[in-house]
């Protein structure tokens, strides 16, 4: 039997998978596109960087894919995704790891994954408005992490050939380029979203790779409506 706190509820993802989320620790449309952009391959192991409640190592679960690992600073996310594993029977496919992606060297060994992914704070130090709860702080703006943290992190992480994916707002798009490609990660697929085909894009998803040679594609953008 999983206990749910106070504040959690079930997300019904599909008819197998049940995703808790809490106002603390949930997940958006964003989320969403980058865990279907990132979709691992066969055997290919995985890792979430600033996972929150687990979304996307919860949907790549669906995929025959090799080991996911699922890293987060905050142990009350790590905790609640710990139970939505446990509610799953998913134990067995994702491990939880408690940690500080800055500090790299002591996060997990070097060259260890195929793909990593993150959903990276959108706003700069001093930028947008500050949201009021701790942990959308962290996770919306770059007080404890950085978009240069992340990049040297999944740069660390990964094996050389390996993918990092992120999404970002567009008008960071230089900052992505220009941080990816100062950590020798090339990048090689990039993709806009947009809520119709009159709209302006609100996301941007890019894919690099570790060591890879310059030529990107651009694909046609995700149009939601």
């Keep these: 039997m999983i206990t749910l706190l106070p504040d959690e ?11 808790i989320v809490s106002p603390a620790y949930t997940f958006t449309t964003d989320s969403l596109l980058l865990a279907a952009f990132s979709a691992p391959k066969q055997h290919e192991t995985a890792c979430d960087l600033g996972t929150g409640c687990g979304i996307l190592p919860l949907l790549w679960c669906r995929k025959e894919c090799g080991p996911i690992t699922a ?47 993150m959903n990276p704070p959108y706003y700069a130090a001093g930028t947008g408005k500050q ?29 050389n050939g390996g993918r990092f994916c992120l999404c970002q707002k567009p008008e960071r798009l ?25 709209a302006a894009p609100f996301l941007v998803l890019v894919e690099a790779k570790r060591g890879g040679n310059p030529g990107l594609k651009v694909e046609a953008p995700l149009l939601l409506q």
């Design 131 to 159: 949201s009021q709860a701790d942990s959308d702080r962290q996770a919306k703006h770059e007080t404890t992490c950085t978009l240069q943290d992340a990049v040297a992190a999944a740069a660390w992480l990964l094996k």
């Design 71 to 117: 890293v987060d600073l905050q142990d009350a996310a790590c905790d609640q995704l710990l139970r939505t594993l446990a509610l799953n029977g998913l134990e067995d496919r994702v491990t939880v790891v408690h940690a500080d992606l800055r500090e790299k060297h002591q996060l997990l060994p070097a060259g260890s994954f195929d793909l990593i992914a």
């Design 174 to 198: 230089t900052d992505v380029l220009c941080a990816l490609r100062a950590h020798r990660l090339e990048p090689k697929r990039l993709q806009f979203a947009a809520q119709n085909a009159q």
């Design 9 to 19: 509820h079930l997300e019904q993802l599909d008819e197998t998978l049940q995703l």
